[in-house]
C-alpha cells in the first residue's frame, strides 16, 4: 500500500530496561549514583532502576524528569532558562502541580520528528551528569530491536 506511514515505534518494555540498563552504566563510568525512569509517549512509566545507594529524591524526580521531557517536548535541561523570570515559559515549575522539572536529566525520545516517549536520570550532584546519563540511554534506543 503506497502512501501509508510506517507505524511509530512505542517505547515497550524490553527497549525501556535497555534504556535503564544504559543510564546505569554510564553512571557507573561517571562514578555517579542515579535513578533512571523511562516512559512512554504518553508520559506513563514504562521501566525504573534505582542504583544501591542512590538519593531518595532521585526516585521522583527521574519519573517527574521524564514527565517533563515527554509533556514539553524538549530536554529539561533547555527548559531552565526558558522558566526564568522573563522568560517565555516563566513559572513552568509551577504548573501540573509541580511535577515539571526545568533542570537537567529529561531527554525525549524521538523516532524522527515525533516524540515517542522520554528518559530520566537523576541522582548526580552535578544535573550535567543526569543529562549524560540520559543522552547515553536515548542514543542505545533501538539497539533493543536489533
Given at each position: 500500500m503506497?502512501?501509508?506511514?510506517?507505524?511509530?515505534?512505542?517505547?515497550?518494555?524490553a527497549t525501556a530496561g535497555a534504556l535503564c540498563d544504559a543510564a546505569v552504566a554510564r553512571a557507573r563510568r561517571q562514578g555517579v549514583l542515579v535513578s533512571v525512569a523511562v516512559v512512554d509517549a504518553g508520559g506513563n512509566l514504562v521501566a525504573f532502576q534505582r542504583m544501591d545507594g542512590a538519593?531518595?529524591?532521585?526516585?521522583?524526580?527521574?519519573?517527574?524528569?521524564a514527565y517533563?521531557?515527554?509533556?514539553?517536548?524538549?530536554?529539561t535541561h533547555e527548559l531552565a532558562a526558558l522558566s526564568a523570570p522573563g522568560g517565555p515559559l516563566y513559572g513552568?515549575?509551577?504548573?501540573?502541580?509541580?511535577r515539571f522539572v526545568v533542570f537537567g536529566g529529561g531527554v525525549?525520545?524521538?523516532?524522527?520528528?515525533?516524540?515517542?516517549?522520554?528518559?530520566?536520570v537523576s541522582?548526580?550532584?552535578d544535573p550535567a551528569d543526569d543529562v549524560v546519563c540520559a543522552e547515553a540511554a536515548v542514543a542505545k534506543a533501538w539497539e533493543a530491536e536489533g
Amino acid at each position: 500500500m503506497t502512501g501509508a506511514a510506517a507505524p511509530r515505534r512505542v517505547v515497550d518494555l524490553a527497549t525501556a530496561g535497555a534504556l535503564c540498563d544504559a543510564a546505569v552504566a554510564r553512571a557507573r563510568r561517571q562514578g555517579v549514583l542515579v535513578s533512571v525512569a523511562v516512559v512512554d509517549a504518553g508520559g506513563n512509566l514504562v521501566a525504573f532502576q534505582r542504583m544501591d545507594g542512590a538519593e531518595i529524591a532521585g526516585t521522583v524526580l527521574a519519573t517527574d524528569k521524564a514527565y517533563t521531557a515527554v509533556a514539553n517536548s524538549i530536554p529539561t535541561h533547555e527548559l531552565a532558562a526558558l522558566s526564568a523570570p522573563g522568560g517565555p515559559l516563566y513559572g513552568l515549575q509551577a504548573a501540573a502541580g509541580g511535577r515539571f522539572v526545568v533542570f537537567g536529566g529529561g531527554v525525549p525520545l524521538r523516532e524522527g520528528t515525533h516524540i515517542v516517549g522520554a528518559v530520566g536520570v537523576s541522582g548526580a550532584s552535578d544535573p550535567a551528569d543526569d543529562v549524560v546519563c540520559a543522552e547515553a540511554a536515548v542514543a542505545k534506543a533501538w539497539e533493543a530491536e536489533g
